[in-house]
């Protein structure tokens, strides 16, 4: 279990489709330039069926100017599974492991889940609870 505060992102609005996600990761990050410590988030609602590539917000960052959308991230508890390994195989056992993390009888329906990419090759998978 984490706690997490509330995060303000800019990000990219995508179908929740693979060939869209890769797309708009790389949108995204042309959009943002240098990914040098920046935070990097991915948010899925499966009630819309559309993904959000996520980069934590920096004083200066100008949605518009960048052709993003501004956003949070909602504050919460969340049930968390880290997954280790190289990309882009690592990326695989990202829709598996959250469906399994969805059978919590916990889970929270209000709020979206979130992929916090932590490193290249490490990913938390945070589910919300209540």
């Known amino acids: 279990m984490v706690e997490r505060d ?20 790389s949108e995204l990050e042309s959009a943002v330039g240098s990914l040098r410590g920046r935070k990097f988030f991915g948010v899925f609602d499966e009630v819309e069926h559309e993904y959000r590539a996520c980069v934590e917000r920096r004083d200066g960052d100008d949605p518009e100017a960048l052709g993003l959308e501004a956003g949070a991230l909602p504050a919460g508890r969340y049930a968390r599974r880290r997954l280790r390994g190289e990309p882009p195989g690592i990326y695989a056992e990202i829709a598996p492991a959250f469906r399994e ?26 589910l919300p609870i209540v």
Do not use: M
Request: hydrophobic share 35%; no cysteine.
């Open 6 to 25: 509330e995060t303000v992102v800019l990000f990219k609005r995508v179908a929740d489709e693979q060939a869209a996600i890769t797309r708009g990761w």
């Open 101 to 126: 993390l969805a059978l919590r009888p916990d889970r929270d329906d209000s709020r979206p889940g979130i992929e916090y990419y932590r490193s290249r090759d490490e990913i938390d998978l945070l």
